[in-house]
């Protein structure tokens, strides 16, 4: 039986009150603390690299220098060559997405599908394609939503100021700033926390890198192939495919919508659909046969059931972004239970001393 006394109720109100302190103290610089979730990523990524080179002999001060300087010119040189390039497709896509095309999409796909079914009705997609727009897409909101991520490329620059040298310090001094904050934690607890961390870094550092490369690999291949095919906007659907592709199950969906419906505008018809499907397809053999067994061998395995639930939560909790951060957040909760129960079931941390 739980015994309550004074002292208890106020001590958590006290925590409680810290809590809800902390939370409002998140969300009021929520975007300070999206670009330390930014660094700790990147230096997850580039701490082997550093690893390696202080191993080698240098210095550690002098190998992060010189690994954050390199991916700097890389982000110079992308932000001065594609990014201007993905940036005017989307501008021009922009442009092109008004009613009238996607009236003219509805009216070609039903042309197309009573072809090959001509039992379905007349208009049965024409006659409800407003009011399904009216209903579910704002076409302005749409195309405010093409121009924010223009200004998204464009605000990079901001971030460039910020994120360098918090990766820079992250990568340098990231052990003596974890010692600091496990000096915080009482010696009951430190094994734990200690484990806890460096499995939650291992894990995580193992799950970006190999999301990194695999979006990578799948974007170039998709701008590589659709060019092939004869796509103009190639580039920007290509990197698309690629982030959409960090979204397990859904991602490679999204992959060939997009193509289908950029080759529709671009061409006014369906001539370059199949040859865009059969782009997007050859790439995601690729993944699925060669990028994603090699990448994410040493990955810790979730169950594929698992991984399709976990995506449907976070999907309906956060919309796009739950669905990009759910793999990665069960990763830190399974760590920190499992960790949690063995430190409990062997060592009886967490429990009172037996008199």
Request: aromatic share 12%.
């Amino acid at each position: 039986m739980v015994n309550i006394t004074p002292e208890k109720v106020i001590r958590f109100l006290i925590y409680t009150a810290i809590g809800a302190g902390v939370l409002m103290l998140l969300w009021r610089f929520s975007v300070l603390l999206a670009y330390l979730l930014i660094s700790l990523v990147l230096s997850y990524m580039l701490n082997p690299v550093v690893n390696r080179m202080q191993a080698n002999g240098m210095n550690r001060t002098l190998a992060t220098f010189l690994v954050v300087l390199s991916v700097l010119l890389v982000l110079t040189w992308a932000s001065t060559t594609i990014i201007p390039n993905i940036g005017n497709q989307l501008l021009r896509l922009a442009t092109q997405l008004n009613v009238e095309t996607v009236a003219f999409i509805a009216r070609s796909i039903e042309e197309y599908t009573l072809q090959i079914i001509p039992q379905l009705p007349q208009g049965y997609l024409t006659s409800n394609v407003d009011g399904f727009f009216d209903r579910f897409f704002d076409l302005e909101n749409v195309q405010s939503l093409f121009g924010n991520i223009i200004g998204v490329f464009t605000n990079l620059f901001t971030a460039l100021l910020i994120l360098p040298f918090t990766t820079f310090f992250l990568l340098k001094d990231g052990s003596n700033l974890r010692r600091q904050l496990l000096q915080l934690v009482p010696n009951k607890y430190f094994e734990t926390t200690l484990n806890i961390i460096s499995k939650i870094e291992m894990r995580l550092g193992r799950h970006f890198k190999a999301v990194g490369l695999q979006s990578t690999l799948v974007a170039f291949f998709s701008w590589m192939l659709l060019s092939i095919a004869g796509l103009n906007n190639a580039l920007s659907v290509g990197v698309a495919i690629g982030l959409a592709n960090t979204i397990p199950y859904f991602g490679p969906v999204l992959g060939y919508l997009l193509s289908i419906v950029i080759a529709i505008i671009e061409t006014g018809d369906f001539s370059l659909v199949l040859n865009c499907i059969l782009a997007v397809m050859i790439v995601q053999i690729m993944d699925n046969v060669i990028f994603y067994p090699a990448i994410f061998s040493r990955s810790a395995n979730i169950h594929p059931l698992y991984v399709l639930l976990i995506i449907l939560i976070g999907a309906e909790l956060a919309g796009l972004i739950g669905m990009l951060i759910a793999i990665p957040l069960f990763t830190v909760i399974r760590v920190i239970y499992n960790e949690i129960s063995w430190s409990i079931q062997n060592y009886y941390v967490f429990k009172s001393r037996q008199t």
